[in-house]
């Protein structure tokens, strides 16, 4: 299995992804999923300035990620998801139930979410969506950065 | 005289901020430049704390590394404001520079900026 993380970051690529995470699991390929960046070249143009070049980089839209986990999955290259919210995540981990394990690694404060951690701030209804993937057995951890504790969905909550 | 161009400095945790500093240290100019960190931000709280500090006038934007957050942020602030320029890279060199060039017109006071931070990383002692 080749499917090395599955990030929910509504920073989506940035510094801890590509040096954080990048130089922990060296991913040949990054897949940004998120419909808005999906619809708009000018924005991927942006975030594939953030990507070193030994890394590639897609931009699908949920549903079409969805299609793909599969195939990340099984494939010899290393691959890793990046999401931009709670909402995304459980699209996608709907669609795509070879998804096991995920990583909170930035959710911050633009409404009504209570803080967990200094980067992971949720809402009841996301708390909600993150219980229910839990219950189906989908392993859910935050963590910043590879070096730093993952908390459990249960510690966090 | 037009009137001067503001810089702002946008950049990963303290890095703008100790930049800011440092000019100001050097030159004891505090109306040139302002720094926006993105800590604890989401893409749109980054987008209103690089808009706060812009404004209207003038502007350059100062970004700390070629590609993430702050780039985006200072890009789609860029696309919005024709007034507005975005150099990435920033180091304190360029800003030492650009304090005493602000007359200049945006696109002008970038390309220098660029030159002369470029022109001050250099390898020492071969």
Redesign the interface.
Known sequence: MSLDLVRVDDRLIHGQVVVGWGRELKPDLVVLADDEVAANEWEQKLYALGVPPAMRVEFPTIEEAARSVDTWAHDSCKTIIILSDIDSLQRLCNSAPIIRKVNLGGVHNDGDRQQHLPYLFLSEAEVGQLRLLAMRGIEITAQDLPNSEPVTLEDLL | MSKALKGVVVS?GDVGSALVEAVHAITGDDRALVAVS?E??????LGLRVSEAAGDGDCILFVD?????C??AA?RFQ?EHASTTVVAGVNLAMLLDFVHHRDAAPSEAAARAVKVGAGAIRLIGE
């Open positions: 990963h993105n604890g931000c989401s893409r749109d709280s590394l070629p590609g993430g957050s780039l985006l890009a696309r």
